[in-house]
Antibody, heavy 114, light 112 residues
Framework: EVQLVQSGAEVKKPGATVKISCKVSGYTFTDYYMHWVQQAPGKGLEWMGLVDPEDGETIYAEKFQGRVTITADTSTDTAYMELSSLRSEDTAVYYC???????WGQGTLVTVSS | NFMLTQPHSVSESPGKTVTISCTRSSGSIASNYVQWYQQRPGSSPTTVIYEDNQRPSGVPDRFSGSIDSSSNSASLTISGLKTEDEADYYCQSYDSSNQNVVFGGGTKLTVL
């Protein structure tokens, strides 16, 4: 059974950096891209970027370019999404998703507040 | 770059049929596959249609997808509506020019 288990909720101050993990099981980690998606409260889904765990290559959405870093650790079958220079508008649930976005993690709530 | 535009909300009665549209702003809708996701409050999205018109196992055949090149849009049709279908629905495709994933803005389906 494919599972994506994300790390727990975070509370951060403006200007800080958050790093969320997504541990996978039930399939070969390097076979599929890992995507990250942002969903602000009451808003829609916004694609942030992806990593190819096979070689670490990344593609980022223009909106997040320069602030987001997505990585993959093949030794632990875990993907990470780091978002820096946090502002209140980054308060959102962040999802990892894979296999053509057919499998999703449970989401991680990040709250940015002073 | 292109956008996918969906109606903000639709509503219909139980047992009826509803269609949610997803219009691509530029480039052909047929250029890249369209997927549809259902998201209930407090839950992660789940796929109800992939590759324009394919249903994952476990998704009832009341859900169907199509594309229409004349209107440059994709559609999700849900027949025999049930109250459990009440959710947000998102279309999604890919932008080949920059390898980005593109989501529509989402449509809130109310079954009343």
């Amino acid at each position: 059974e494919v599972q994506l288990v994300q790390s727990g909720a975070e509370v951060k101050k403006p200007g800080a950096t958050v790093k969320i993990s997504c541990k996978v099981s039930g399939y070969t980690f390097t076979d599929y891209y890992m995507h990250w998606v942002q969903q602000a409260p009451g808003k829609g889904l916004e694609w942030m970027g992806l990593v190819d765990p096979e070689d670490g290559e990344t593609i980022y959405a223009e909106k997040f370019q320069g602030r987001v870093t997505i990585t993959a650790d093949t030794s632990t079958d875990t993907a990470y999404m780091e978002l820096s220079s946090l502002r209140s508008e980054d308060t959102a649930v962040y999802y990892c998703a894979t296999r053509g976005l057919s499998y999703w993690g449970q989401g991680t709530l990040v709250t940015v507040s002073s | 770059n292109f956008m996918l535009t969906q109606p903000h909300s639709v509503s219909e009665s139980p047992g009826k049929t509803v269609t949610i549209s997803c219009t691509r702003s530029s480039g052909s809708i047929a250029s890249n596959y369209v997927q549809w996701y259902q998201q209930r409050p407090g839950s992660s999205p789940t796929t109800v249609i992939y590759e324009d018109n394919q249903r994952p196992s476990g998704v009832p055949d009341r859900f169907s997808g199509s594309i229409d090149s004349s209107s440059n849009s994709a559609s999700l049709t849900i027949s025999g509506l049930k109250t459990e279908d009440e959710a947000d629905y998102y279309c999604q495709s890919y932008d080949s020019s920059n390898q980005n994933v593109v989501f529509g803005g989402g449509t809130k389906l109310t079954v009343l």
